[in-house]
């Protein structure tokens, strides 16, 4: 005989059940995830004083204050080199970049390196970045928020402020894990390349592949490559599975649209492209004149012809070449985000975007300070915070959400809104942007 309590428990259990039902159904509304990826700021860097955001004015003093290799605390931020715009003596502080170089000009880069990123991050101290760091103090910058060209387009959507790059380290190794989820390894690469660490873990020599045979800092790839590259330092094919491989079976159909793209392809390329940002072009089925690489690797103005005449494949995404993608260095903050605001729009005012997910987000911090130490996940990562925008009719709007979120949360969301296995664990333990939609 049921008791009132067990006919409780059924109906709660039914009404959940109805709910992830409604949920799934719902999410089959998306048609097209467009993934946008610029490069190298923190979130405290670009998106620190958004209302509401977990921001600057909640970091505390002693992760604020940077110290020395040994723990001694600076005097005043260490000097930025190459760069006469900075005073030599700022406050070791938090400080306006803007003031000295405006975002429309271009600053010096910053150190974002594997086992660099994890030094910056001391334990979660957040407070070595100004040492390990080729421009020192520069690091500790950051920008007005209002006046960035994304910030309307925030304030309408969904912002994340605890989202994290799913790897330690720079461009080339998150490129890897957000199609990958996992790091390319480099069996047999020359001893000269590898870094060597002490019996406790501190690096000794660094190097662009790990003792145990990952490849972890910027190297290119045996399928794309500069001319008269060393064929010993160039990564050997990946067999592992990729989100471009598992889409290409499931009969989803994608592309990965890189500025620059085929200039590249025909080893003619323009000075601003990178080719450790094309991480599909490193795994087996994309070679030189392969079927894949023909049908799924394409310019960046073959998007925009898509996105005009809603063409757009069900993924698609989108890497701008180096003068637009706001990488330190190469491209200014306003010169980036205004391209970035160009991809948006095409979607959103193309026939896709009624029914199109836009999730722009960056590879890595680019070596700036943030204030929230990192979840510890394993070996790789998560590295620092970054900026994570979704865009999308579904999106909540005007929303901030506080939930913990990664890089391969982008591919956990693919996964689960085509049914495709997760890659590795890591995208398997992923959240797929729970709380980012009205669904």
Not at 139 to 157: E, F, N, R, S
């Amino acid at each position: 005989m049921k008791t009132k309590f067990n006919k409780r428990i059924s109906i709660v259990a039914a009404l959940s059940l109805a709910g992830a039902v409604s949920a799934n159904a719902q999410i089959k509304k998306v048609k097209h995830v467009v993934v946008i990826y610029m490069e190298n700021h923190s979130f405290d860097n670009l998106w620190g004083q958004f209302p509401g955001a977990n921001g600057l004015d909640k970091a505390k003093k002693e992760n604020i204050v940077q110290v020395d290799a040994n723990g001694k605390v600076f005097e005043t931020l260490p000097p930025i080199p190459r760069s006469s715009a900075f005073p030599t003596n700022l406050p070791n502080n938090l400080f306006n970049i803007d003031q000295y170089v405006p975002a429309d000009q271009i600053t010096p880069d910053v150190t974002h390196r594997f086992y660099q990123e994890q030094e910056q991050i001391d334990g979660g101290k957040m407070d070595k970045f100004a040492v390990y760091n080729n421009s020192k103090g520069l690091a500790m910058g950051y920008y007005k928020t209002a006046d960035i060209p994304l910030y309307d387009l925030a304030k309408k959507y969904t912002l994340c402020d605890n989202f994290f790059h799913s790897a330690f380290g720079g461009s080339f190794l998150n490129h890897q894990w957000l199609v990958a989820a996992a790091s390319p390894t480099f069996p047999n690469a020359p001893e000269v390349m590898k870094a060597k660490l002490d019996a406790s873990g501190k690096l000794i020599k660094d190097g662009s592949v790990t003792p145990d045979d990952y490849a972890v800092n910027t190297l290119n790839s045996v399928n794309l490559h500069r001319k008269n590259e060393d064929p010993a330092a160039l990564v050997p094919i990946q067999t592992g599975p990729n989100i471009g491989d598992r889409l290409t079976d499931k009969g989803v159909s994608w592309a990965w649209y890189a500025g620059g793209w085929n200039k590249a392809d025909a080893g003619n390329a323009d000075p601003g492209f990178s080719y450790h940002h094309q991480p599909i072009v490193y795994f087996a089925r994309y070679t030189p004149g392969s079927k894949d690489r023909k049908e799924h690797l394409k310019d960046e103005d073959d998007f925009f012809v898509a996105a005009k005449n809603g063409t757009l494949p069900e993924v698609s995404f989108v890497k701008p070449t180096g003068v637009e993608n706001e990488h330190p260095g190469n491209s200014s903050i306003k010169q980036g985000e205004e391209h970035a605001v160009k991809i948006i729009n095409a979607v959103l005012n193309g026939p896709n975007g009624k029914d199109a997910v836009i999730i722009l987000t960056y590879d890595e911090n680019g070596g700036f300070w943030d204030h929230v130490a990192p979840p510890t996940i394993d070996k790789w990562g998560p590295g620092s915070r970054i900026p994570a925008l979704i865009i999308s009719p579904f999106a909540k709007k005007g929303y901030v959400d506080h939930t913990q979120y990664e890089t391969v949360s982008i591919l956990a969301f693919i996964e689960k809104r085509w049914g495709i296995k997760p890659l590795t664990d890591r995208d398997a333990k992923a959240d797929p942007f729970s709380h980012a939609f009205n669904f």
